[in-house]
Nanobody, 117 residues
């Protein structure tokens, strides 16, 4: 059974930083691309970032480019999202995602990030 467990969210002041983690199990982690998606209150899901299976290629939404960094540790079955220079518009529930070869999406429970003074 695929399981994704996010952690690391919280309340942070504008300009601050957080690092999110997503621990994966139930599949061959190192064989799959991973993504982060967020959903702000009252809005639809927004794709944030992705990383390929080997970690050598990363992709970012324009809204976070230059501020967020995605990485992964295949030995630990974990993907990370380092978020710097946070602003109130980054407030959302952040989910990690994996899509299998049958194009089925799997999601964690999400972790809340709130940016506020």
């Amino acid at each position: 059974e695929v399981q994704l467990v996010e952690s690391g969210g919280g309340l942070v002041q504008p300009g601050g930083s957080l690092r999110l983690s997503c621990a994966a199990s139930g599949f061959t982690f190192g064989s799959y691309d991973m993504s982060w998606v967020r959903q702000a209150p009252g809005k639809g899901p927004e794709w944030v970032s992705a990383i390929n299976s080997g970690g050598g290629s990363t992709y970012y939404a324009d809204s976070v480019k230059g501020r967020f960094t995605i990485s992964r540790d295949n030995a630990k079955n974990t993907v990370y999202l380092q978020m710097n220079t946070l602003n109130p518009e980054d407030t959302a529930v952040y989910y990690c995602n994996v899509r299998d070869y049958l194009l089925r999406d799997y999601w964690g429970q999400g972790t809340q990030v709130t940016v506020s003074s």
